[in-house]
């Protein structure tokens, strides 16, 4: 169920992966589990910004700018995240079937590669602003930021 | 409900009454009183004092009006203060049109010489010769606009006016029981000195025309004499002269000890004085530097209220004065008396302080935070008026606390509990009693004082709740802040 | 703008800087990984080995087969005959190990005093005799006497496999009942004591150099060979599965010779689609059950190419040599068989391929909607049986290495198994599910 919902939504943005032999692996191994890994970055800087800098420590850092430094921080981890699982896992899995790519194959994957990294980005992104709605309500000194709704 | 009725006369009485309302601006409790009804007794209708004074209450007033504090406790603006006037909307009663809406008793704009106001010109020859007697030409001359120029025998005469006017009658009807009455004048002036005994010989008079004499003539009352505690520079033009204090103070003293009948307490304050102000007879020009001795007069009227009724009524006349713990030209918190006044205005005042510092210095930066953000503070501080009207009594260059405190510091025996002028360290407030920092404990922060109101104020605040919850938010972070932090109280 | 601002973009700055300095996967690999066996779809579970209970082993020792075992000085190399039975009799003996009985017999003619055609006689006994050759030879045997036989003697037990040597010359000493038709209801009859539902037969043909006398099939006078090539037979009687365990164990080194096998059921292989290898267009590969392929874009401009790959090694040589006659049934889709081949034939096979032994490739071009495809192989009609046959043996020397109406006696073996299903059912059918993505 993971698997279908992280699939539709990266594909909804980039298309079928490209080459088409890679396919599996996208959606068995690389979209579910970079999306996992993904949401629980966000999760993790969201309790971050609000929860450890905000409420268990006293810290200067409660302003719409501090969280939007803290969200490109997100936007970047997310990438990384992104490229590292993606190439590692079409790395593997090439080595195991022992395929190689032609050339135009291997510059449509690096192709569809930075826009997964890209579109991970923005994914992380859209993560973190949607927990740090749930999670601002933790928060004491951070309640308010960046709008004051919902609280 | 019990109120306090204060009479300020004169000049003294409003600079008094200044002080006081710093005190009770700073969450300094009034004990056996809910509501302070301040009635300023000038005929000098363009004193500076009394300007300053009556701006002051009067944003107050309206600060407070905002307000919906939980009674008996020790917030900022804890303690009402209301018109006379407006008695009338508090209690029920008929408004009177005659009665205005204002602190200061309305003297109908005396611009007519003594000698006209006598309708000298109308008397009997035998009355003419006892008016010569007892007033000099001069006297008989002068305008009352600026009120009796330090002459008590004018103003004797003259104030009599006032027991038969509509505000004393609305006074009488609105006294209740457990009311109490204090009067506020100085020994040595014009206005205070006249005015003082001859309200109190009215109000306790069994066969007064007013109403409800019998709650009158036996309800506690008290009074502040303030002795000479400044000198005016010499200036021949004016009919004040400093030196001549001493003498009108004897005399009067002289007149209190035979005539000032049924007074519960009364206090004396005064003090050497070694500065000189400048000459003015009255208008706007009299405007002096606010004195520590008005402080110290806001506290009699504190110490009036923590008395019992019985114990007043029972042991009268009290007779009180006043000393400070160290006799020094530079007074702080801990010159004064550990025991009372220490205790009874350093937090508060420390606290007040702290808010005026905030609101200063720290206030800007924090918009963004989560309690600024629950009050909407961004917009509110420019727009609304609570709020305005609290940057006003802070830091209004005329009659704000700020103001206040720098008049105290510069005066001569300066008054100088902070250290002025003040920045943006918290840390460094009290003079003699910073706070301890350490590699761990970085003492009173931004951060440290922004969380605690964080935590104060942790859900959006609708408008009209808006200043309850800042003061109340205000008064318990910095009364905690205080506490924990501020050693030596 | 605020410091904070400042830092955080001059940091993403330094990391677009190291994440560009990646390098995407599929390209720059100097070395590739030990590659893992891809999963393919797992074969039917092959038959238990431990079914098979006991091997029975019939030699033909009449006077004609004596030709085949001549006497070897030391170092002699031994006729091919020798050579391949006295393996084949080591392999059966070998079995005993496994806990199968094994139990070797001569067939020899009917007599008055026995119309039993098999004497049992132990290995050494057998193994000698191949050795060194036939003591007290039979004067001839009867083809249908001894299959008959062969099969009482196998229905008393079940699990039993019977391998049968010898040179399959039909001489029935009433020349009246050789004539073709006559022959084939023969063996059909004699086959008939057996439920063709229950026995498969597989018959592997040879030939050895034959020195001595032949005695031919038409009861013609005999011909005294010198060396020259003759056919012999190996035929292996029993349930289905047992036949194809003992075929690919015991008689391994017929595995390439000609052959035909009488309804033998084969697992099917196992098989998949290929990732890499002679692919094109958008396709990815499923494993199933059943393996298939999902195509993510297929038209007429850019059909969809996959290939498909098949592990034969269970299957008779003969049928892999037949590979190429592989069928594809499109099902509701354009799809064609574009060619077919070995792993050792045609181009290099990835790690993915490495477990299929022959491909086949397909090209596709309109998917509709979820379809299966079936890949099916056709029994190989053996041309060989023909080539061997001959009506007349009486001048073998002339004619070469031919039996007696070889054909006949393996058609009357075909009518035995007319009915039956594997008769006409392909070698596999392999389903291969194509849907769109």
Excluded at chain 1, 59 to 85: D, E, M, N, R
Excluded at chain 2, 230 to 249: E, M, Q
Excluded at chain 3, 69 to 74: M, Y
Excluded at chain 3, 294 to 315: C, I, M, R, W, Y
Aim: glycine letters at 8%; proline letters at 6%.
């Amino acid at each position: 169920m993971l698997q279908k919902l992280f699939t539709t939504l990266y594909q909804a943005v980039l298309g079928n992966p490209d080459p088409a032999s890679l396919i599996p692996v996208y959606r068995q191994s690389i979209f579910p589990g970079v999306g996992l890994y993904t949401f629980f970055l966000a999760l993790a800087l969201a309790l971050l910004f609000y929860v450890v800098l905000n409420r268990v420590l006293t810290t200067p850092y409660f302003k719409s700018s501090h969280w939007a430094v803290v969200l490109l921080l997100s936007a970047v981890l997310g990438a990384t995240i992104a490229w590292q699982k993606a190439a590692a896992d079409i790395n593997a899995q090439l080595a195991s079937t022992g395929q190689q790519l032609a050339v135009g194959e291997a510059a449509t994957l690096k192709r569809y590669l930075w826009g997964f990294t890209a579109t991970n980005a923005l994914v992380a992104a859209l993560f973190f602003v949607l927990l740090s709605f749930l999670v601002k309500s933790l928060s004491v000194s951070a309640r308010t930021t960046p709008v004051r709704w919902p609280n | 409900m019990a109120k306090l009725y204060i009479f300020g006369i004169g000049g003294t009485g409003s600079r008094v009454i200044r002080s006081l309302t710093m005190l009770l601006a700073a969450g300094v409790r009034v004990p056996n009183c809910d509501k302070v009804v301040p009635i300023i007794i000038d005929p000098d209708a363009q004193n500076g004092d009394m300007a300053r004074t009556v701006e002051l209450l009067k944003t107050y007033e309206r600060l407070r009006k905002q307000l919906r504090l939980t009674p008996d406790s020790n917030d900022f603006f804890q303690t009402e203060i209301q018109t006379l006037a407006s008695m009338a909307a508090s209690e029920n009663q008929p408004r009177d049109a005659r009665v205005k809406e204002t602190f200061v008793y309305n003297f109908g704009g005396m611009d007519e010489s003594y000698r006209d106001f006598l309708h000298y010109d109308d008397m009997p020859v035998e009355s003419r010769l006892l008016v010569d007697l007892l007033f000099t030409p001069a006297n008989l001359q002068s305008k009352l606009t600026v009120g009796f120029k330090g002459s008590p025998n004018v103003g004797s005469v003259v104030l009599n006016q006032l027991v038969s006017s509509p505000e004393m009658e609305f006074f009488a009807n609105s006294f209740a029981e457990g009311d109490r009455v204090f009067f506020i004048s100085s020994i040595f002036g014009g206005t205070g000195a006249a005015g003082f005994p001859l309200l109190l010989k009215n109000l306790r008079n069994p066969r007064t025309a007013l109403p409800r004499a019998e709650l009158l003539n036996h309800a506690p009352m008290g009074a502040l004499s303030v002795l000479p505690y400044f000198n005016l520079l010499a200036d021949d033009g004016s009919a004040i002269d400093s030196n001549a204090f001493i003498t009108k103070t004897k005399a009067a003293l002289a007149y209190y000890q035979k005539n000032l009948q049924k007074l519960n307490a009364l206090y004396y304050l005064g003090d050497q004085s070694t500065g000189q102000l400048a000459n003015h007879e009255g208008g706007s020009a009299q405007q002096n530097n606010a004195h520590f001795i008005e402080l110290v007069g806001a506290l009699s009227v504190l110490d009036f209220m923590r008395q019992d009724t019985d114990y007043l009524l029972n042991n009268q006349p009290l007779h009180y004065e006043y000393g400070l713990e160290e006799d020094v030209r530079q007074v702080d918190f801990k010159a004064l008396d550990p025991g009372q006044s220490r205790r009874l205005v350093g937090p508060d005042l420390t606290r007040l302080q702290l808010l005026a510092l905030w609101c200063r210095h720290h206030l800007a930066d924090t918009e963004q935070a989560t309690y600024a953000n629950h009050l909407q503070l961004r917009r509110a501080w420019r727009e609304e008026n609570f709020y305005l009207d609290l940057q006003r009594f802070l830091q209004d260059p005329q009659f704000g606390f700020e103001t206040w405190l720098r008049e105290l510091n510069s005066n001569e025996r300066q008054f100088a509990p902070f250290a002025l002028p003040a920045t943006e360290d918290l840390n460094k407030v009290v003079n003699g009693q910073f706070t301890e920092t350490g590699f761990f404990n970085k003492g009173i922060t931004r951060d440290f004082v922004r969380v605690k109101l964080d935590k104060a104020i942790p859900a959006a605040v609708t408008g009209a709740e808006g200043p309850t919850a800042f003061i109340q938010a205000f008064s318990d972070v910095l009364r905690d802040v205080v506490t924990e932090k501020v050693p030596g109280f | 703008m605020s410091v904070y601002l400042k830092g955080g973009l001059s940091w993403l700055a330094a990391s677009l800087l190291v994440v560009s300095g990646c390098t995407a996967p599929g390209e720059g690999q100097t070395e590739k990984q030990a590659p893992t066996p891809p999963k393919t779809v797992a074969a039917t579970a092959s038959p238990a080995a431990s079914a098979l209970k006991q091997v029975q082993v019939f030699v033909d020792v009449s006077g004609g087969m004596n030709g085949f075992v001549p006497v070897n000085k030391p170092g002699d190399a031994g006729s091919e005959f020798q050579r391949t039975v006295t393996a084949l009799l080591s392999g059966v003996e070998g079995q005993t190990g496994r806990g199968v009985r094994t139990s070797y017999y001569y067939v020899k003619e009917a007599t008055a005093q026995s119309s039993k055609v098999l004497q049992p006689a132990s290995y050494a006994d057998v193994s000698q005799t191949v050795s060194s050759g036939i003591r007290n030879a039979a004067k001839g045997s009867d083809l249908t006497t001894m299959l008959r036989e062969v099969l009482q003697r196998q229905q008393a037990q079940p699990g039993t496999v019977s391998i049968i040597v010898s040179d399959f010359i039909y001489a029935p000493a009433n020349t009246k009942n050789v004539w073709g038709g006559k022959v084939s209801a023969d063996v059909k009859d004699a086959l008939s004591v057996a439920d063709p539902s229950k026995l498969a037969v597989s018959v592997f043909a040879n030939t050895s150099a034959f020195r001595g006398r032949f005695y031919p099939g038409r009861r013609t006078a005999p011909e005294t060979l010198t060396g020259q090539q003759l056919p012999y037979y190996v035929w292996v009687l029993g349930p289905a599965p047992l036949v194809a365990q003992v075929n690919r164990t015991v008689l391994g080194s017929l595995a390439g010779q000609p052959q035909v096998h009488f309804n033998a059921t084969f697992p099917t292989p196992t098989y998949g689609a290929v990732t890499g290898y002679q692919g094109q267009g958008g396709w990815f590969a499923v494993a199933g059950p059943p393996p298939g392929v999902q195509v993510t874009a297929v038209s007429a401009q850019e059909p969809v190419k996959f290939v498909v790959g098949f592990d034969l090694k269970n299957l008779p040589q003969p049928a892999q040599a037949g590979f190429q006659t592989l069928e594809l049934d499109p099902a509701n889709t354009d799809a064609k068989l574009l060619k077919t081949w070995a792993a050792t034939t045609g181009p290099a096979v990835p790690a993915a391929g490495k477990s299929y032994s022959h491909f086949a490739q397909v090209q596709l071009s309109r998917l509709p909607s979820s379809q299966t495809l079936h890949l099916r192989l056709a029994p190989a009609t053996p041309s060989w049986v023909a080539a061997y046959s001959t009506t007349d043996d009486s001048r073998i020397m002339q004619q070469g290495a031919k039996t007696f109406l070889l054909g006949s006696v393996l058609q009357g073996v075909t009518d035995f198994f007319a009915g039956q299903p594997a008769a006409s059912a392909p070698l596999f059918d392999a389903p291969l599910l194509v849907k769109p993505d």
